[in-house]
Structure formats: C-alpha cells, structure tokens
C-alpha cells in the first residue's frame, strides 16, 4: 500500500512532512509514503530543500494520494502542463488535500458538489472555484477529504491509516507521537475529528 505525498516547490513543511512521518510509523504493516515530487528537489516556503522519493508519474500508481499545500500553490494550478501531470482516480485511490491543496483538488474538479476544508489564506481562492469552504479542520465524502489548517496534517494522516489499516493502526500512531501526558486527549482528539467530518454531511 503505497501513499504519494504532493509535494511542491514553496510548500509547507507541517503538511507534506508530518502526514508523511506519521504514515511511514505503519511501515510494517505495508503502509509506506513518499514525498513525490515534479522536479528532483523541491523548497519549502522557508528554504528547506527536499529531494523527492517518486516522481510526479508516481501519483498513477499509488493507493492513496495527498496533496500538500504551499505558497504556490496558485501557480502550481495554473501550470496547465503540470497539472497534466496529476492523473487521480478517487474510484480506486483515496485522495486527500491539505489547506491550499485543496485548490488542486478544485482545478480538477473533484471537489464539484461536496464542500472542503482549507486554510484562511487560500479560502476566497478555494471559493472562487464554486466550492463551500467549512468551517472545520477535516471534511470527507467518499474516497475525497481535505483538511485546513497546518497541524489538520494529522487528522489526514489519521484517515488515511484508518481507512487502510483500521482505527486502531491509526491510534497506535497517534498514541506514539502525541506529548507526553496528552496522549489519551490526543488520540482522541484526532480520531474525533475524523469521524466527526466523514459524517457530518450524512
């Protein structure tokens, strides 16, 4: 079970590294991310250099694709080759978008009728594509879910094990990462939130 984590130039760190930390905890039991990328190395919004794992071709393949965001992410929408470049199927992959990501997702059109979550910055753009922006960090509907805000990154990745491994791989990773002594409240907290956007809708 391989999962593609979209990586950009000028992307943000909380969101490609920690859903990618946190997915690569379940390692053993098959789960394994990879920071993709469409240029061998890619930087962050604050210098950080990245060599990719996958190349972008690798989002074909994977069972699980999430986008990250970063501040090009209006750029990165207009590269009509680039985009090109993004061949999703949410029939057979679970698709996730992390605050501007979500832009991406709309670009494709795959958010056409089911609302979204992102950050405050990228909201009016996300808005612009006729799409509902809640006011939540973690939305889902199907095989499709976003998530707002930079530490959102979490419960993504909590869906994401969730959905291929079950709940408790999803507990036991966030049980591990969580501070000390905040670790019920954590897992928690996370498991709440996912569950509370796959059915708020229903």
């Keep these: 079970m391989q999962v593609a984590v979209v990586t950009f130039d000028g992307y943000n760190e909380l969101d490609s ?22 240029a061998p190395v890619v930087t962050s919004m604050n210098g950080v250099e990245v060599t990719g794992q996958r190349p972008m071709e690798f989002v074909t393949e994977a069972d699980v ?15 009509d080759h680039l985009i090109s470049r993004l061949s999703l199927d949410p029939s057979r992959q679970l698709i996730g978008a992390q605050c501007s990501g979500a832009l ?42 976003t998530a707002g805000g930079c530490l959102a990154s979490q419960y993504l990745a909590t869906w994401v094990i969730s959905r291929m ?38």
């Design 65 to 79: 694709v999430l986008i990250g965001s970063g501040v090009k992410a209006r750029d990165v929408i207009a590269d």
């Design 104 to 145: 991406v997702l709309a670009r494709l059109g795959m958010l056409d009728g089911m609302p979204a979550c992102t950050d405050m910055k990228s909201r009016p753009f996300v808005e612009a594509f006729d799409v509902t922006v809640l006011d939540g960090p973690f939305h889902a509907e199907g095989n499709i879910a």
């Design 17 to 38: 590294l920690i859903a990618s930390a946190l997915i690569n905890r379940c390692r053993k039991d098959g789960l394994e991310a990879f920071i993709t990328t469409p």
């Design 165 to 202: 491994l079950g709940q408790d791989a999803a507990r036991d990773v966030i049980d591990y990462v969580a501070p000390v002594g905040e670790n019920r409240q954590t897992v928690e907290r996370a498991l709440r939130a996912v569950h509370a956007g796959e059915v708020a809708l229903r």
